[in-house]
């Protein structure tokens, strides 16, 4: 697995979904297992496949957690500059073609969330924001075609 980057807080998100899924999930999926096994014949058995299969995805998801929780490095936040745009970095843009202006964080995929304005690293957008100073012009191709921000402000 990569290394992932993320926050302190974002790893503490993490440990917290693999306790819950650990502590709660895991117990909840086994119960079910048992239930349905407690019916008879597993060979027709629809619920105790179903379980099982559930079973299969948490078991699943809690190693891709593991795994990520592994390789996680911690960006210190201290160590973060406004000269340019980066990982964790606030950055209020205008689109040229409308002169609307947006604000968006910059953070980890783990952490991206689109309402509280926060964009993934490794999204077109923060692409191409990554690096800009305060006044250039990010050229960013989307699907739609080529946007064009002009960075107004870079902050934390």
Known sequence: MAVTYMTAEGLQ?????????EAVERPRVIAAIAEARDKGDLSENAEYDA?????G????KIAQIKGRIMDA??????SVSTDEVQILT???VRLK?????????????????????KIAVTTP??????????GDVAEVKVPAGVMEFEILEISL
Do not use: F, H, P
Request: glycine share 8%; hydrophobic share 35%; charged share 35%.
């Open 13 to 21: 998100k993490l440990k917290d979904e693999l306790q819950y899924l």
């Open 51 to 55: 379980a099982k299969e559930e079973q």
């Open 57 to 60: 995805m948490l078991e699943s």
């Open 73 to 78: 490095r911690i960006i210190d936040q201290s």
């Open 90 to 92: 606030k950055v209020r």
């Open 97 to 117: 073609k409308t002169g609307a202006e947006k604000t968006y964080q910059l953070v980890t995929e783990g952490e991206a969330n689109s309402v509280e304005g």
């Open 125 to 134: 957008i923060a692409k191409g924001l990554l690096g800009k100073k305060v």
